[in-house]
């Protein structure tokens, strides 16, 4: 059974803005201790001041720096639920597309991932179980023009949760992948959504319902699943 949310320790990436931003307002609202990981400093201290968690800055497409921004925001306390948030969106052709771009866009999205979850998962079996949540997208289900990196991290990420599920199960480890499900208003979606999708986004504090659900409920039948971030909430705000 998952602990209740004001005795959890949350590791959250990509925290400084956006989504990751709003989940940790709404972990941090329900009691929970927050570690909070990103790369913009300024806007992960205005993040750890308002909500009270622990910050490392850190740029996740480095191996070393990835695994002490995770003993800096844990203090070496086990984690009861991640959430992988972080990514690199550079929309170009894929003739275009540098190594180093194509590397930094894998390394961020999905080694971070394996790095941050295998640094956990020993915590975890201990404390009997946690939750790994994995921020996926239509990127991660289907393929888009010049999305080339972003696609392939995305894709990873879905097979990397699916196989920590199969192996967490009997550890009471919950691995799954959540999407945004509706168009969601983030610095990465005014820089690259449509006019059409920003009439009808939403605001991301909208789905940080979704990720409070996830980690206090655990559900055996989301072990595995891809999980839509709008639908929970919404059947959270209605019960």
């Known amino acids: ?88 969106l550079r929309p170009e052709p894929f003739a275009a597309v540098g190594f180093e771009t194509f590397r930094a866009t894998l390394d961020v999205g999905l080694q971070a991932g394996f790095l941050l979850a295998q640094g956990i998962w020993e915590g975890m079996r201990g404390r009997g179980g946690g939750a790994l949540i994995f921020v996926s997208s239509q990127s991660g289900i289907r393929g888009f023009v010049d999305e080339t990196a972003y696609c392939a991290a995305k894709h990873g990420l879905e097979g990397l949760s699916k196989c920590l599920a199969m192996e967490g199960e009997a550890e009471g480890i919950l691995s799954c992948t959540i999407t945004p499900g509706m168009a969601m208003r983030t610095p990465m979606s005014e820089r690259n959504y449509p006019p059409e999708l920003k009439r009808t986004w939403v605001e991301p504090d909208r789905l940080a319902p979704a990720f409070l659900r996830i980690a206090a409920e655990r559900r055996p039948d989301w072990n595995g699943r891809r999980l839509d971030a709008w639908q929970l909430s919404q059947e959270t705000e209605t019960t």
């Open 1 to 88: 059974m998952s602990r209740p949310l004001s005795e959890q320790l949350v590791v959250v990436t990509g925290a400084a803005q956006g989504l990751g931003a709003a989940i940790a307002r709404a972990f941090a609202a329900e009691g929970a201790a927050l570690g909070l990981i990103d790369i913009d400093r300024a806007g992960l201290e205005a993040v750890g001041r308002e909500t009270g968690g622990a910050i490392a800055v850190a740029d996740l497409s480095d191996p070393q720096a990835t695994r002490d921004a995770l003993a800096a925001v844990t203090g070496g306390r086990p984690v009861d639920t991640l959430i992988h948030n972080a990514a690199i």
